[in-house]
């Protein structure tokens, strides 16, 4: 006998990637921070209205129809649905607007030039905003920075780039000033004992050198 064995299956349609569509949103100021700004709401068939996450945690989070705004900066949001049995995820999408921050100002000079023989000048930039500055210098081998101080090295162009990073509401600044380090250092002595048999002897100098017959001391 021959035994018949029937199955059934359901052949469903293919998956699809849903499309989002995104809005605009408009660019803010950072007067008033934290604050809450109504923004468009993304839906998909999928899955209704799609959650946002933030990029840019930092300077804002999102809900599904409002973005708090803590700081100044970038913000961006991002809107991806999930894979179900019906569709696929959708692709990444992105939307960006700037929280602009008021600006500030830095005060900051040195002078014209200086001699090595004084070996550091103190730098004092100020801030509109009165937060810390901070000070760099590219001018390697000629000078470098110990906090706010400026250590002098050798004779040359030395730049120094006053910073201050800026706040949540206040944009970032810098300041370049050069300062022309002149002279030279003096040599530096250095003493050395020279021995002979139970004769010793020191040399002092900038490269002192041990005289004839004797050697140095190890």
């Not at 469903?12 to 809450?36: C, G, V």
């Not at 209205?49 to 300077?59: I, L, M, N």
């Not at 004092?124 to 000078?143: L, Q």
Request: a positive charge; proline letters at 5%.
């Amino acid at each position: 006998s021959v035994r018949v064995s029937n199955q059934i299956v359901t052949i469903t349609a293919a998956r699809i990637k849903p499309e989002l569509t995104m809005d605009k949103i408009a660019n803010q100021t950072s007067k008033d921070l934290p604050k809450s700004v109504e923004i468009f709401g993304v839906y998909s068939s999928a899955e209704g209205y799609v959650k946002p996450k933030s990029a840019t945690p930092e300077v804002c989070f999102p809900t599904t129809f409002f973005v708090r705004i803590i700081s100044g900066g970038t913000c961006t949001i991002t809107y991806q649905t999930s894979e179900t049995a019906t569709y696929l995820s959708s692709d990444l999408y992105k939307v960006s607007f700037e929280v602009t921050r008021d600006p500030q100002t830095i005060s900051f000079t040195l002078p014209s030039s200086a001699n090595i023989s004084s070996k550091s000048i103190a730098l004092a930039a100020t801030a509109s905003s009165g937060s810390v500055v901070v000070y760099s210098t590219t001018s390697t081998g000629v000078c470098s920075i110990t906090g706010s101080t400026l250590n002098l090295l050798k004779s040359g162009n030395c730049s120094i780039t006053a910073t201050q990073a800026g706040t949540s509401t206040l944009a970032p600044i810098s300041a370049t000033s050069t300062v022309m380090i002149t002279g030279s250092l003096a040599p530096v002595n250095k003493t050395i004992t020279c021995v002979m048999g139970k004769k010793s002897k020191k040399v002092s100098g900038a490269n002192p050198k041990c005289p004839k017959g004797y050697k140095l001391k190890k």
